[in-house]
């Protein structure tokens, strides 16, 4: 059975008490039965927002998701383990501080000619996806020199709706497909019965807060 979590960004989303949440995650197992499973939240630093938005820079991120929009108890905490040269790490942690999974991220060209995420969990072997197809990255590159063109129309036909680069990835293991995400959406696949969907609702709510700057990721707000 196909289990599919989708973000939706809740920018103007307000409780008392802790101010806006950012996003909200949708759990589905089937037609009909999409329920709210998460609520998710930016972990600030001591420095607060300007001090995570200058971590971000070089690949850290740091959230919470809640079980409910008073935040009244975690679900799960994804917390940065190294960032930067290309490569971020980061672990997801359970309510009470186990961990979950790990995933690493690394930038395109760095390791690879596309941003490549690995999913590793204890007992299992990792799952490795790349973002985009290279047939669709290469017609996206042909197609580069009218970018500027693209984006104006884009913002006064469109309401800013901007294109972007193939976001698509599958990720393998073992020859499977455990897990995908769907840029369409920004929805995540799990296929594997035994992969715990909290490890695809923290991955649903970190790919897009890579986003490039021709979109809109929900973790860069500065208020």
């Not at 037609?31 to 998460?38: N, Q, W």
């Not at 960032?83 to 995933?103: D, I």
Request: glycine share 10%; hydrophobic share 40%; with cysteine.
């Amino acid at each position: 059975m196909t289990s599919t979590l989708t973000l939706t960004a809740l920018r103007r989303l307000r409780t008392t008490p802790g101010g806006q949440l950012d996003c909200r995650i949708s759990f589905s197992d089937g037609p009909g039965t999409s329920r709210p499973v998460a609520y998710v939240e930016r972990e600030l630093p001591p420095n607060g927002i300007s001090a995570y938005l200058a971590a971000r820079e070089s690949g850290a991120r740091s959230f919470v998701l809640w079980a409910d929009e008073h935040r009244q108890a975690r679900v799960a905490t994804l917390v940065t383990v190294s960032a930067g040269s290309g490569r971020a790490q980061f672990q997801v942690l359970g309510p009470q501080g186990e961990l979950l999974g790990m995933f690493t991220r690394d930038k395109a060209f760095s390791r690879g000619l596309r941003t490549r995420w690995t999913v590793s969990r204890a007992g299992s072997p990792d799952a490795v996806g790349y973002k985009g197809r290279l047939f669709w990255w290469c017609v996206w590159w042909l197609c580069s020199p009218l970018l500027p063109l693209v984006v104006v129309v884009a913002i006064f036909e469109t309401g800013g709706d901007f294109p972007r680069g193939p976001r698509r990835i599958k990720w393998r293991s073992g020859g499977q497909v455990p897990l995908e995400f769907k840029s369409s959406g920004d929805t995540v696949r799990l296929y594997a019965p035994e992969l715990d969907w909290r490890l695809g609702a923290a991955l649903v709510a970190l790919i897009p807060s890579f986003d490039s700057w021709i979109g809109d990721p929900w973790d860069r707000r500065k208020d």
